[in-house]
């Protein structure tokens, strides 16, 4: 019983720390993107 609440644990945790990194990566992307696309509307 122990065993598995740990290795729950350890799976929540890993999974949160995931989602996190992922949606900070779709940040940083869609950042990158706007920034692009302002440079080219202000003429670069």
């Known amino acids: 019983?122990?065993?598995?609440?740990?290795?729950?644990?350890?799976?929540?945790?890993?999974t949160s720390g995931y989602v996190a990194s992922y949606?900070?990566?779709v940040g940083d992307l869609l950042g990158s993107v706007l920034s692009a696309v302002g440079g080219m509307l202000g003429g670069g």
């Open 1 to 14: 019983m122990n065993k598995a609440k740990m290795i729950l644990k350890y799976l929540g945790t890993f």
């Open 23 to 25: 949606f900070y990566s």
